[in-house]
Structure formats: C-alpha cells, structure tokens
C-alpha cells in the first residue's frame, strides 16, 4: 500500500526567506505526487502534480517541487515565503492517472513569522 | 477546473444523532470522494461515490455508519450516524472531472463537532 511521509510537523520561516517542505513516498509502482495548501477554513487547493517528464514541477504561488525517485521524494520549495503563506501544506500519492483516490501525508504546518 | 460547495460548512450535534452532509458540483464529475479530516491529522479516504451504483467504502469505514448517496453526476452527501465526540471532524467533498483527469478539486469541508 502507498504511503506519504512528511517528517515535519511545524514549520517557522521568516517573510522572505527560502522554504522547503519535504514529502517521502513509498508506492509500488508510477508514483502521481501532489501537493496541496488549506488556509484556515479553507479547502484544498492543488499547488502542483507531478505524473511523468520534467522532474521539477513548477506551480501556483511561486512554488515548485523536485521529484527524486532514488530518494522517494517529492520537496516543496519557495524561494521567498510572503506571509499570505502560511497555511497546512499536504503532499499526497495518487493511486493511478485517472484515479483520483489519494493517499495524504499528515501536513506541514507553515508559520511565517515578520 | 469545478467548484465544490459543501453544506453546511459547520455543525454542533448532539452524540446519537445524525448529519447528513450535501456537496455540489458545478459540473458533472465522473467520481466523487468524501474524506475525514480528524483534529490534527491528516486527510482519510472515507469512501468513493458512485453514480449509480453503491459507493465503495475503505477499509474501516461502512456503510451504516456513513450512509452515501450519489443521485445524479452533480450532487452527493454523506451522513455521519448515531455520532459520538469521535466523530469530531472536518469532511471533506472531493471531484475528479472527467474519466481521464489529473486533478481531484477539493469543497472547503465541514467541520463537525459532536458533544
């Protein structure tokens, strides 16, 4: 069965300073890696996927991520956090293109700090 | 892209009752999902809604206790049964468009609190 690691609980950055989240996988096959932001109350929100090709995957809001399949990783990256950043950061594995059943990691949760 | 609307977006219950969660889609979506998202954890399948047919539950989730229906390819709820404080949660509506799609959109959840 898959599974989503996310080794850090809490996250504090300050405004304008770099960020990395990190997401470890573990499937069986072609993994569909997903990060996704929810703002307090909010939804989901998709930040970007990755399915196959180019291992760094740009998204919305000035994220991007690398996919390393030799690490099983899947690491979100800023280069200059706003505050409007702070939020619950999921990765999750899909369990097949076209088969949006995901697996989700337990969350980062960011604080951005002045 | 599909926007998800869930109702309502909160609720108090009393332990031994029951809610029943309704989510919309703009759009007809070929599969919904309906997650928990208990305090301080992550987000877990609960189970898929079908059209048409019976919705197909995960392991630890059944149907008497989450009765789901799914009546056209637009609208689905979930009841949470015969609540206990822990069932105390956010649920969460999820749509996948289109058979062959890359990206489940998301409803901005309902958060349960049973007492």
């Known amino acids: 069965a898959q599974s989503v690691t996310q080794p850090d609980i809490h996250i504090t950055v300050s405004e304008g300073a770099s960020l990395e989240l990190r997401c470890n996988y573990s499937?069986?096959?072609?993994?569909?890696l997903f990060w996704y932001v929810q703002s307090p109350g909010q939804g989901l929100q998709l930040l970007l996927k990755y399915f196959s090709g180019d291992t760094l995957v740009q998204g919305i809001k000035g994220f991007e991520a690398e996919f390393k399949r030799s690490q099983s990783s899947f690491n979100l990256r800023k280069p200059s956090v706003h505050w409007s950043d702070a939020a619950e950061y999921f990765c999750a594995v899909g369990r097949g293109f076209g088969n949006e059943k995901l697996t989700f990691g337990t969350g980062t949760r960011l604080t951005i700090i002045p | 892209s599909a926007v998800i609307s869930q109702k309502p977006s909160r609720d108090i219950c009393q332990r031994g009752t029951s809610l029943t969660i309704q989510c919309q889609v703009d759009?007809?979506?070929?599969?919904m999902f309906w997650y928990r998202q208990q305090p301080g954890q992550s987000l877990t399948l609960i189970a898929t809604?079908?059209?048409?047919?019976?919705?197909?539950?995960e392991s630890g989730f059944v149907i008497d206790k989450f009765p789901i229906s799914r009546p056209n390819l637009t609208f689905s709820t979930l009841t949470v049964s015969n609540m206990s404080p822990e069932d105390s949660s956010i649920y969460l509506c999820s749509a996948q468009v289109g058979a062959q799609t890359t990206e489940a959109f998301f409803g901005q959840g309902t958060r349960l609190t049973v007492v």
């Open positions: 499937y069986g096959a072609t993994p569909y």
């Open positions: 759009s007809q979506v070929t599969m």
């Open positions: 809604a079908n059209q048409g047919s019976e919705a197909t539950y």
